[in-house]
Structure formats: structure tokens, C-alpha cells
């Protein structure tokens, strides 16, 4: 079995960096997502990590530490419409007994203030 | 090239009826995958299809059941409504097996039971 865990909201300033927490306990570990959620729409992906370390792709930027099941995404320069729940998820293995399809964390509903 | 595109959109029912939704993949996308979102247990996995066959299975009961045709659009069936049905149902379909490619979601179907 898999537990995500992230925080359930988060609050910033326009223009400022925030940075989304995920941690997670699996009994193995295929890969990590980032998807982005407005109210009544569908997710999109972000990002996907699977080695450690920083991937960046434009304002956004997501980190992996397998050793700890650590997970962040930061994200720069925010705008208004940066507002919207970012869903964690983690894709076990089969070989850990799991599958891989992934396993999504509750999400962080982030309200960005001008 | 057109998106993931889920029908209805929105369905009222009573407890005891069924449904089928229908979700039509990215053209020349093969995997169709299934997820029931709410608010308290957020985005849960139900199926994925493939080539016409169930190839992983959520922790469900029996009365959720799908299917996929040969144009790779699936359909998903809930019988005897419950009240605790009602949620967004999101379609995602990815190039191979959901297992190794990204997913793209549907707008969704928010299914109100009452």
C-alpha cells in the first residue's frame, strides 16, 4: 500500500515563491507526479520525477529525494491563476507487490492574494 | 488534436438506478483509465483498459464495472446508485499502458446522486 501525505492548503502573495510539500511511504517507488487542478476542471500534468534532484520547467520546479519519500514543487513568480489544487501522486511497483498505476494525495489547495 | 472528451457532463439519479458513462480518448491513445474524485478521499483509481481488456482494478465494489471497444472509447457502468456515488468521474487515456506513459484527463462527469 501507498501513504501521500501534503498539506491541505496553503496561502501566498502574488509575485512571491511558494513551495508544496509531498511525502510518501511506499513499499516501492516508479515515479512521482505533479498535476495542477482548477475548481470544476480537469487535472494537468506538471511535472514527473524519478531520479533524485531538481527538475525545472519554466516558473515551475519539482524535487525528489527517494532515500527520505520527499517531494516538493515550487513555484515562482506566482500569478492569480496559479490558484488550484496540486495532487501529488506516486506510482509503485509490481515488484514491491504494488502496481504501477498511480496513487493520488488528497491535494493542496493553494489560494494566491494580491 | 482533440482532447479527452467525457459524457454527460453533469447527471442527476436516485438511489437504486444505474449509469454508464462514456469517455472518448486522444486519438490514437490505447489506455483509458478511470478515477472517482471527492472531496474526502480525493482522486481513487478505479480501472484501466487496454486494448479492450481490464488490465488493473481499483479497490471497488462489483457494481462498478467498464468496458472498452475496438476504437479504444470506454464506458463505465454504476449500478444500484448509492449516495456515496456521487462524485466526479475523470477519464484519463495515455499513448501505451497508463503504467509507463503520461495521462491526460477529461473534464470529467459530476454524477449527483439523490
Known amino acids: 500500500g501507498q501513504n501521500i501525505d501534503q498539506p491541505t492548503e496553503m496561502t501566498a502573495t502574488e509575485g512571491a515563491i511558494v513551495q508544496i510539500n509531498c511525502t510518501y511511504q511506499?513499499?516501492?517507488?516508479?515515479?512521482l507526479f505533479w498535476y495542477q487542478q482548477h475548481a470544476g476542471e480537469a487535472p494537468t500534468f506538471l511535472s514527473y520525477?524519478?531520479?533524485?534532484g531538481l527538475e525545472e520547467k519554466g516558473r515551475f520546479s519539482s524535487f525528489l529525494s527517494r532515500s527520505k519519500g520527499y517531494s516538493y514543487l515550487l513555484l515562482k513568480e506566482l500569478q492569480m491563476k496559479d490558484s488550484a489544487s496540486y495532487l501529488c501522486?506516486?506510482?509503485?511497483?509490481?515488484?514491491?507487490?504494488?502496481?504501477?498505476?498511480?496513487?493520488f494525495g488528497r491535494g493542496t489547495s493553494l489560494i494566491v492574494h494580491p | 488534436k482533440a482532447g479527452v472528451t467525457q459524457t454527460p457532463r453533469y447527471l442527476i439519479k436516485t438511489r437504486g438506478q444505474q449509469v454508464t458513462l462514456s469517455c472518448s480518448p486522444i486519438?490514437?491513445?490505447?489506455?483509458v483509465s478511470w478515477y472517482q474524485q471527492t472531496p474526502g478521499q480525493g482522486l481513487q483509481f478505479l480501472f484501466e483498459?487496454?486494448?479492450?481488456?481490464?488490465?488493473n482494478k481499483g479497490n471497488f465494489p462489483g457494481r462498478f464495472s467498464g468496458r472498452q471497444f475496438s476504437n479504444s472509447r470506454s464506458e463505465m457502468n454504476v449500478s444500484t446508485l448509492e449516495l456515496g456515488d456521487s462524485a466526479l468521474y475523470l477519464c484519463?487515456?495515455?499513448?501505451?499502458?497508463?503504467?509507463?506513459?503520461?495521462?491526460?484527463f477529461g473534464p470529467g462527469t459530476r454524477l449527483t446522486v439523490l
Open positions: 520525477n524519478v531520479l533524485d
Open positions: 501522486a506516486v506510482r509503485d511497483s509490481p515488484a514491491s507487490g504494488g502496481s504501477y498505476i498511480p496513487t
Open positions: 484519463a487515456s495515455s499513448l501505451g499502458r497508463a503504467s509507463y506513459n503520461e495521462q491526460f
Open positions: 486519438s490514437g491513445h490505447r489506455s
Open positions: 511506499t513499499s516501492g517507488f516508479n515515479g
Open positions: 483498459y487496454f486494448s479492450e481488456t481490464q488490465r
